[in-house]
């Protein structure tokens, strides 16, 4: 089973700011590796499919990187509207696997 | 619009089965996999195991594997996750989702359920 291992745990970030989320894949998942949100008392939405392809309807200050075994979430200019948990999840072979999450409070 | 809607909380005692289920509409429902997550208090999101309705083929998780039963009723569009006997530890919220497949296997999901919370307690 692969494991990913994501950091931090947990951000407090001034809007406007830059917040970077990495996630850890235990072994190479090439490009298979996607990114949620969690809002408080919400479903997940889907972020960033497939490490770095956008998805409608997501603002364009999210954005993802990364291959193999390092991968990057990025919020540009981060609103307040973003505070949430955020999950990597990777496809590339099952049992399927979320990373642990990372909470992002706006200071 | 796809929508994918989830039966109503349970509160059951250790022990009870129970049966969730997972309402898809707006799509072909035979033509995308189903994922189930599970989602503890306070905690992050763990993925149980996945069915495919147009055939009902299905895959868990080790961690989940023989714990729960995961199917499809393709005839009704709906998939359900149940338990034999509950314990307290099953205490949680559980989403249904539907999974992308983009080469072949099953990828990301991209609609999900508004989630069932399950509470086992005596």
């Known amino acids: 089973e692969i494991v990913l291992t994501q950091s931090p745990d947990f951000q407090s970030v001034t809007p406007k700011e830059k917040v970077t989320i990495t996630c850890r894949a235990s072994?190479?998942?090439?490009?298979?590796l996607h990114w949620y949100q969690q809002k408080p008392d919400q479903s997940p939405k889907l972020l960033i499919k497939?490490?770095?392809q956008s998805v409608s309807g997501v603002p364009s200050r999210f954005s993802g990187s990364g291959y193999g075994t390092d991968f990057t979430l990025t919020i540009n200019s981060l609103e307040a509207e973003d505070a949430a948990a955020y999950y990597c999840?990777?496809?590339?072979?099952?049992?399927?696997?979320f990373g642990g999450g990372t909470k992002v409070e706006i200071k | 619009e796809v929508q994918l809607v989830q039966s109503g909380a349970e509160v059951k005692k250790p022990g009870e089965s129970l049966k969730i289920s997972c309402k898809g509409s707006?799509?072909?429902?035979?033509?995308?996999?189903i994922g189930w997550v599970r989602q503890m208090p306070g905690k992050g999101l763990e993925w149980m195991g996945i069915?495919?309705?147009?055939?009902?083929?299905?895959k868990y998780s080790p961690s989940f594997q023989g714990q729960v039963t995961i199917s499809a009723d393709k005839s009704i569009s709906t998939a359900y996750l149940q338990w034999s006997s509950l314990k307290a530890s099953d205490t949680a919220i559980y989403y249904c989702?539907?999974?992308?497949?983009?080469?072949?296997?099953?990828?990301?999901?991209?609609?999900w359920g508004q989630g069932t919370l399950v509470t086992v307690s005596s």
């Open positions: 989702a539907r999974l992308i497949a983009v080469a072949g296997g099953p990828d990301y999901f991209d609609y």
């Open positions: 707006g799509y072909s429902f035979t033509n995308y996999w």
């Open positions: 069915v495919y309705p147009g055939g009902s083929h299905t």
């Open positions: 072994q190479s998942i090439g490009s298979s």
């Open positions: 497939f490490a770095s």
């Open positions: 999840h990777q496809s590339s072979s099952l049992p399927q696997t």
